[in-house]
């Protein structure tokens, strides 16, 4: 089997990949591209979950600064109960992280 055949099936990227590659790489079900797919995935969660562990600990400083208690956040507290939507928090985070990717994307 040389490098030069290729794999006959119907997957359009796998068919144009030599024979070996092919197999080794599992790419006559996709398995290379879902592999890559994986890979981004596998890197955007940890970056979600250590941004989400940044915001954690900086929080105590974050609410000193007003941050979660702006007008248009909602906080019902009852005996047994709070209930939290910080809505105009999540816009601003929202409008600050969005002009810092357009800023590093440009």
């Given at each position: 089997?040389?490098?030069?055949?290729?794999?006959?099936?119907?997957?359009?990227?796998?068919?144009?990949?030599?024979?070996?590659?092919?197999?080794?790489?599992?790419?006559?079900?996709?398995?290379?591209?879902?592999?890559?797919?994986?890979?981004?995935?596998?890197?955007?969660l940890?970056?979600?979950?250590?941004?989400?562990?940044?915001?954690?600990?900086?929080?105590?400083?974050?609410?000193?600064?007003?941050?979660?208690?702006?007008?248009?956040?909602?906080?019902?507290?009852?005996?047994?109960?709070?209930?939290y939507?910080?809505?105009?928090?999540?816009?601003?985070?929202s409008?600050?992280?969005?002009?810092?990717?357009?800023?590093?994307?440009?």
């Amino acid at each position: 089997m040389g490098a030069s055949r290729h794999l006959a099936c119907d997957d359009d990227f796998a068919s144009t990949m030599p024979l070996s590659t092919s197999i080794a790489f599992g790419a006559s079900t996709g398995g290379l591209y879902f592999a890559r797919q994986e890979a981004v995935m596998s890197r955007a969660l940890i970056i979600v979950g250590l941004i989400m562990v940044a915001v954690g600990l900086l929080w105590p400083w974050l609410s000193r600064i007003g941050l979660g208690r702006l007008p248009g956040d909602i906080v019902i507290e009852r005996e047994n109960f709070t209930f939290y939507a910080p809505i105009s928090t999540g816009i601003l985070i929202s409008i600050v992280l969005s002009i810092i990717l357009w800023l590093v994307n440009r």
